[in-house]
């Protein structure tokens, strides 16, 4: 192994010698010589670089520093293209000097050696060119950032002189600014006119020959003239004080004097008390009434006003007072600052003073914004209005002073004789629903005035419905007896509400009483269908026949929710014939095996609209309108013409007109039906006992359910 190993480091030290002799004598393989443009030509190995046996470690340094300098300073000379030419060509030798000693070794030949050393050598002299343009790439790289950095900081030098004078600029702008804007006191003085102040001023004082061609002079000449003035007027301001003062000495002594009698008319008006109340005239009470109504607001004091007015002179039983604590209304101020803007202006001045306080909290904050926006008027106005039966309904109005709308709150007082234990009907008499749509569409769950919805939107409130119940019902006819106008919604009901006059105010209060005997009517027509007797007045017993068989054995209040379950209510809830604002009652006609259940739908503004029935009969099968032709006829039968069974001044009756003429109508179902199908069933079990000259007409089989009862039988219409 020694020896093998000793052989190898002779062919290396052979072959080192021979790359030595190379360079010496082939430099210019490496190197450019010099061209004609005058390029400098690389110095002689020889000359530049000294023997190693003659060197030490400085001396390498320094000719290290020669080489880098003179590398450097070729790189300045140098084109960069023709190196990337020159690169390109040193590669491909390169490739082929690998390919060729590739195809040396390949062959196999014996006599190879020579030449693949020849190629050895030469591919190692390109390898130091590609070194050397390696490291002129190099410098070169490092020439530009140099050059890119020394420009960079030139620009940064230029941009930051830039800065300063900009800066110079505007802070000589900022003070020019300043002393264009200077004001000195006398322009804070009001001066008269120059043409005023030639005019009246003292020759002494305006000197027009030097004030004209001097301004200076002239301002000055001004200002004396004004002080001279100023004199004046306030030796006169102190004589109207003095005679201001004189004046107010006698008003004291007369005001003394007219205090002095305010005992003794007290003392006079307790005296005729018992002369006022035997006489029934209460004039302290009118008069404290009056001096309270001066406090109301305006809407409320334009109430106030009308019914005070309409009924003393045409409805002795309808009477308005005032309700409320005075010293409340004199404390309030004028008007209600926006809460927002309040709240920031009290947060300003809490700042300014340098109060510390701790943040509120959300719910507290929400809970004053909802007690701002909600807030009522102290004072309100109770409107009581008596019917005929002692029945009393009080309506108690309220003015939102934020909302700016009026409010009802409702109270209903029955009388002695209009007492009732129905269940159906218990809630008629509700202060929540008992004066909906006294006028057509007003539930009185909206506000009428459009701002509200952005109001409550603006203090993170829910819907103006959710708060009915804490401040009362804004009803539009309530809005209309106050003076106050809104857009609504429907133009029915804006067409109603004409501008007000007395003639409007007499129309609600009617419409008032005659929702409170209806209701009061309708709760004891209730009470008797509950207990299976439909109560007819004795002007319409001669309407219907004398004998009528069918008989009502349920009567029952239902819900909304039950509706929606009944197929044959579907027609109905799709044509907004239900709707859960309104009252749904049930019941159950029989008459031997037959049974007609029926649904009622009573309207809030009932009598003016007629009640709905929806029939479904069981009997042998189950019939509705939706498949029985004669069952279509009977609901239209009660439905269409029940209106012509009543008059205007018995309405009040129409809902036990409709049951009546619902079981009339089935009997005629029942007896008609029976005899068409007697030839095939055999006998009836329904007896005929109404006269039908004709039972049958057309091809749908029509009923004769109109009933003449001047003639006593049934014909068709």
Not at 226 to 245: A, F, G, N, V, Y
Not at 317 to 334: C, H, K, M, R, Y
Not at 529 to 547: C, M, N
Request: glycine letters at 4%; hydrophobic letters at 35%; charged letters at 30%.
């Amino acid at each position: 192994m020694s020896s093998r190993e000793s052989k190898e480091d002779v062919s290396v030290d052979k072959k080192k010698r021979r790359i030595v002799k190379v360079e010496k004598s082939t430099p210019d393989a490496i190197l450019p010589s010099t061209t004609s443009t005058g390029s400098p030509q690389r110095p002689k190995a020889s000359s530049t670089i000294p023997s190693a046996s003659g060197s030490n470690a400085a001396d390498s340094k320094q000719i290290g520093r020669v080489l880098f300098s003179y590398e450097e300073n070729e790189v300045l000379e140098r084109d960069a293209l023709e190196d990337l030419e020159r690169h390109k060509t040193v590669c491909t030798e390169l490739r082929r000097i690998m390919l060729r000693i590739k195809e040396l070794k390949d062959s196999g030949q014996d006599d190879i050696s020579d030449e693949i050393d020849r190629l050895r050598v030469h591919g190692t002299l390109q390898f130091v060119s590609l070194k050397k343009l390696n490291r002129i790439g190099h410098f070169r790289c490092k020439k530009v950032r140099e050059v890119t950095n020394d420009a960079k900081q030139k620009i940064d030098q230029h941009h930051l002189r830039l800065q300063n004078l900009l800066y110079e600029v505007m802070h000589l702008q900022k003070e020019i600014t300043k002393c264009l804007q200077f004001k000195s006191k006398d322009e804070e003085i009001s001066l008269v006119s120059v043409d005023d102040f030639f005019a009246s001023a003292p020759r002494e004082i305006s000197r027009p020959d030097l004030t004209s061609v001097d301004n200076h002079q002239l301002t000055l000449a001004r200002l004396d003239f004004e002080l001279e003035q100023r004199k004046r007027l306030s030796e006169k301001l102190k004589e109207m004080q003095q005679q201001k003062d004189l004046i107010m000495s006698e008003i004291r002594a007369q005001k003394e004097y007219l205090d002095s009698l305010q005992p003794k008319l007290k003392s006079i008006i307790q005296v005729t008390k018992p002369v006022q109340e035997h006489l029934s005239l209460p004039f302290d009470e009118i008069r404290e009434q009056h001096q309270t109504a001066s406090h109301l607001p305006e809407p409320l004091y334009i109430l106030y006003m009308q019914v005070k007015a309409y009924g003393e002179s045409c409805d002795k039983f309808l009477t308005a007072s005032i309700q409320g604590d005075v010293n409340a209304v004199v404390t309030l101020e004028d008007s209600i600052m926006d809460f927002d803007e309040e709240s920031d202006s009290e947060d300003e001045q809490d700042k300014a003073n340098g109060k510390r306080h701790r943040r509120t909290t959300i719910d507290s904050q929400f809970a004053r914004t909802q007690e701002r926006i909600t807030r009522k008027h102290p004072l309100s106005i109770c409107v009581r209005i008596t019917c005929k039966d002692k029945s009393v309904l009080s309506l108690t109005f309220y003015y939102l002073m934020t909302l700016k709308i009026v409010t009802v709150e409702v109270k209903l007082t029955p009388g002695p004789d209009t007492q009732s234990t129905t269940v159906s009907g218990g809630d008629l008499l509700n202060p929540d629903s008992i004066l909906s749509c006294i006028y057509p569409d007003d539930f009185g769950d909206h506000s009428p005035n459009p701002a509200t919805a952005f109001i409550l939107q603006r203090g993170g409130m829910e819907e103006f419905s959710s708060y009915v119940s804490q401040i009362g019902r804004p009803y539009l006819w309530a809005q209309w007896l106050c003076g106050l106008q809104f857009l609504v919604e429907s133009r029915s009901l804006q067409k109603s509400l004409t501008p007000m006059h007395t003639g409007q105010m007499e129309q609600t209060v009617r419409r008032l009483r005659r929702r409170i005997r209806t209701r009061l009517v309708l709760q004891k027509q209730l009470e008797a269908l509950e207990h299976g007797t439909v109560p007819i007045s004795s002007s319409f017993i001669r309407q219907f026949p004398a004998k009528i068989v069918s008989r009502l054995v349920q009567w029952k209040r239902t819900t909304y929710e039950d509706i929606l379950t009944c197929p044959y209510m579907q027609r109905m809830i799709g044509c907004g014939l239900a709707s859960p604002s309104r009252l749904f009652f049930t019941g159950l006609v029989e008459r031997g095996s037959a049974a007609l259940t029926f649904h009622a739908v009573v309207a809030p503004d009932y009598p003016l609209s007629s009640p709905v029935f929806a029939l479904s009969l069981r009997w042998k099968d189950e019939h509705t309108a939706l498949s029985d032709e004669g069952i279509r006829e009977m609901e239209k039968e009660v439905n269409v013409y029940a209106r012509d069974l009543v008059d205007a001044r018995s309405m009040d009756q129409l809902l036990t007109i409709q049951v009546q003429n619902l079981l009339m109508c089935f009997d005629i179902y029942l007896e008609t039906e029976m005899d068409s199908r007697s030839a095939i069933e055999g006998p009836n079990e329904f007896a005929k006992e109404k006269m039908c000259p004709r039972i049958f007409r057309g091809p749908s089989r029509s009923k004769p359910y109109k009933y003449n009862f001047k003639l006593g039988f049934f014909t068709h219409r």
